[in-house]
């Protein structure tokens, strides 16, 4: 494509142009541990489980580093807020002038609820770095009902109670049931959320939003 003067424009909604791994997370927090061309720490934390699988992914980030990849040929940065923006400028070395925001399309219903109607605090995703074991540890320590949509039997184990719920959302309009019974959805996510379209979602119900002072949060 750069050979024929064809612009090529890329997507950006992880970090996997300084992160080898792609999120910035290890170990339970925020790593930035690979900033500055430094991606052999991915290898001597053994971010992927695996000492052979973590050189690799050092190995693929150093290449594209070492002989430009990205920058001799993208034309323009897509990142869904500025707060991915400005990342790329900071720590990836792209130009300002390279990057677009253009936020992640979300539907808007014909109607909002009354969040003060709500039954429950609301969680979405099971991952690590979202905040799951956070917010199951608040609905343990102050007894007040939540529900988690989704699939995870490994954290079924928390349900003892009665007060959390696993609802399993099996189309958009019972994803969409889900959020608009809702007194409040719930993101403690614990590293640099590029967007978090469950809470574009949830809003887009009227439901309002607890989130981590964090990322694109």
């Avoid at 080898?20 to 900033?35: D, I, K, R």
């Avoid at 150093?62 to 920058?71: G, P, T, Y």
Wanted: aromatic share 10%; hydrophobic share 40%.
């Amino acid at each position: 494509c750069t050979r024929r003067g064809i612009p090529v424009v890329m997507s950006v909604y992880d970090f996997r142009l300084t992160c080898p791994t792609h999120n910035h997370y290890h170990a339970g927090q925020v790593c930035t541990s690979c900033l500055g061309g430094r991606e052999l720490q991915c290898v001597r934390q053994n971010c992927r489980g695996s000492r052979a699988e973590s050189l690799a992914f050092a190995a693929r980030n150093m290449v594209a580093r070492w002989f430009d990849l990205f920058s001799n040929h993208v034309s323009v940065y897509v990142t869904p807020t500025p707060f991915t923006a400005n990342w790329l400028t900071a720590h990836a070395g792209v130009p300002a002038d390279r990057t677009a925001v253009v936020p992640c399309v979300i539907d808007i219903p014909a109607d909002v609820v009354d969040p003060a109607e709500g039954r429950y605090f609301a969680f979405g995703r099971f991952v690590e770095e979202k905040g799951v074991e956070v917010v199951l540890e608040a609905a343990h320590r102050t007894g007040l009902p939540l529900w988690l949509a989704g699939d995870a039997p490994s954290y079924k184990h928390h349900t003892t109670g009665g007060q959390i719920r696993f609802v399993q959302t099996r189309s958009r309009e019972e994803l969409a049931t889900f959020y608009r019974g809702a007194r409040c959805f719930v993101m403690p996510s614990i590293w640099f959320e590029t967007f978090g379209i469950v809470v574009a979602e949830s809003m887009s119900h009227g439901v309002p939003v607890l989130a981590s002072r964090i990322g694109a949060l």
